[in-house]
């Protein structure tokens, strides 16, 4: 089957007979794109071998050919239109991707934009899970990320089955809460494409505020460390976008305007930018970035001229550890890091 994710990008997904991996029972596993399906031949019905890409992402590594039932395999095909809301499917040229363009009106968008708004490492809202969000929906409550602050009202939640005193003043104190998170989350939280956690707290250090990035153009963008021209074009066309722009009026305006977090000076990294890719086994992603910055380097999201290290675990990002060797970046792998930080 197909998932639409919330940049509207279409992914095929394998569903499993559930299966015990690293931990883990499995019952669904990405397929990446097109081609990948494709390379790898999987076909509906195959015996498959699956693993966890990086101890986290379930993923078919490739069919048991000798498994193949001897009738009725036929190669998999992208469907030519979305699956949520029926628009024809887009695949550019030169490009892996085959994505929805009903960037506003597709219903799967929606929802996943809202689940990543208000998820752990963006707006952290407990107590608006994925289950509740689409409760919300279907009640009519939610169309966009500013109605989480706008349109919920407690005594019609009350309503619903499920729902009692203490968990709508939960859920409320959640929502109110996450006015105050950093400006970093907020811009990981509105899901600008090209732009993950690292990217976004960079920024936020960097710019300072939201009216920053408003009028700031792509070439503005493209001079920060580690900003590329296609992550820069993105998020200049993200801000340029005039319903994007007036979502975060009514976030301003019901009181979500956090300023950028201090960024820490002094210390041994000083001056010194990182790029952080794979899995480490002793750091999780955000406890690397800490450590950088509590001894005052800076932790960029793309690798360039400027980088001064890239720190690569297992299974680094091609394009990140491809681009350090072309330029010749120093690459750390994890125990070279923890010699980097005195550990």
């Known amino acids: 089957f197909a998932s639409v994710g919330r940049t509207g990008v279409v992914t095929p997904f394998a569903s499993l007979e559930p299966v015990f991996v690293g931990g883990v029972t499995i019952t669904t596993a990405t397929l990446h794109n097109e081609d990948e399906v ?4 999987v076909r509906p019905k195959d015996t498959v071998v699956v693993r966890r890409a990086g101890d986290v992402i379930p993923e078919v590594v490739g069919p048991v050919v000798s498994k193949r039932p001897p009738k009725g395999t036929r190669r998999w095909k992208m469907p030519k239109k979305c699956p949520a809301c ?16 009903n960037i506003y009106g597709c219903p799967a968008q929606r929802r996943e934009r809202l689940f990543h708004f208000a998820s752990r490492g963006a707006m952290d809202i ?26 919920l009202d407690p005594e019609k939640i009350a309503e619903l089955e499920g729902w009692g005193e203490i968990s709508i003043r939960n859920l409320f104190a959640a929502i109110e809460g996450s006015k105050k ?41 493209e001079a920060l460390d580690g900003i590329g021209p296609i992550v820069a074009q993105a998020i200049a066309d993200f801000f340029a976008d005039e319903r994007n722009r007036a979502v975060i009026e009514r976030l301003r305006a019901a009181g979500v305007d956090p300023k950028a977090e201090m960024r820490k000076k002094g210390g041994p990294l000083e001056g ?30 793309s690798v360039s001229k400027k980088t001064d290290y890239v720190v690569a675990g297992e299974s680094p990002g091609a394009t990140k550890f491809n681009k350090a060797q072309e330029l010749g970046t120093t690459i750390l792998d994890e125990d070279g890091f923890k010699k980097l930080l005195g550990r």
């Open 38 to 41: 494709a390379r790898k031949d």
């Open 86 to 101: 029926d628009t024809e499917l887009v695949r550019r040229e030169g490009e892996s991707a085959t994505f929805c363009p």
């Open 126 to 151: 407990e107590g608006l899970g994925y289950k509740t969000i689409i409760q919300f929906i279907e009640q009519g409550w939610l169309e966009d990320i500013a109605d989480i602050y706008e349109r």
């Open 181 to 221: 998170r950093p400006l970093g989350n907020l811009l990981t939280a509105l899901g600008i494409p090209h732009v993950g956690a690292t990217t976004a707290h960079y920024l936020a250090g960097e710019v300072g505020s939201i009216e920053s990035l408003l009028g700031m153009s792509a070439e503005d963008l």
């Open 272 to 301: 010194k930018n990182f790029v952080v890719t794979g899995t480490l086994a002793d750091f999780s992603r955000s406890q690397a970035e800490s450590a950088i910055e509590d001894l005052g380097g800076k932790v960029v999201g």
